[in-house]
């Protein structure tokens, strides 16, 4: 760590820092490259954070890079500051109140193994936006579990009609295809455990479609708020820890 940064004597200040440097940047100023970098380097570096880092800030490996992306990305002062503030939310929240999904690490983790960059973007899409904008945090809920389902089918070699296949109707594939559907279990137990996972999917479909962003609204449209945002997160993120997981053992 630049030694002109000594005074800033915790990970949340220096993030907060990272934070107002990439607002300078992108609004007219000049901050200092080298600050970036090495702030950016510890977090990427810190394993407890690195999950909550953004893309962009990943990718952008100097403020050079960063003003290339901004630039194009909003055009206004205004939007870049609102951009860069939302995407920082879950991490400086996290730093401050260490508040987080119990099950985020091991999801995170099980996403990373998946070797799908899509999938993990569309996770980490959906834990920022759960506070900034619930509409998209629910659509990207669904994605994640869509996603999935279709990366196992493609996998296993399974034929499916990718521009119309519902939700639901993807997940019974894959379900099938990891033993997983009620009618293949004789346990009543299972079967009511199974069945609900399913009822779960089928309802991540159709409350993205009722307040999702992917439709139009009309005059009389709800509004989503936080909790809804975070309902569908967090259920998403548990059938995507479970479908890897039973996916992995069926390999081994």
Known sequence: MSSDLEHLTNLYDRVEYLQNLLIDMATGGAPSNVHYQAIRQEILDAQTVSHLVPRWVRVNRSLAQFWQFIKNEFGTYAERR??????????????ETGATHPAQASI???????????????????????QSDPEGAITISRTIVESICKHILDEEGVEYDAS???????????????????????EPIFKQILGGCSGVVSGLGA??????????KGKAGVKPQARH???????AGSIALFLIATYEAKKT
Do not use: C, M
């Open 82 to 95: 609102t951009f860069i503030w939302n995407e920082f939310s879950p991490l400086l929240g996290y730093l």
């Open 108 to 130: 995170q983790d099980a996403l990373k193994k998946f070797d799908s960059e899509g999938i993990q973007f569309a996770w980490n899409k959906a834990i920022s936006r759960k």
């Open 164 to 186: 119309s296949i519902e939700l639901s109707e993807l997940y019974k594939l894959v379900a099938k295809q990891l033993n997983l559907a009620p009618e293949q279990h004789l």
């Open 207 to 216: 409350l993205r479609n009722k307040l999702g962003d992917a439709h139009g």
């Open 229 to 235: 945002a975070e309902l569908a997160v967090n259920l």
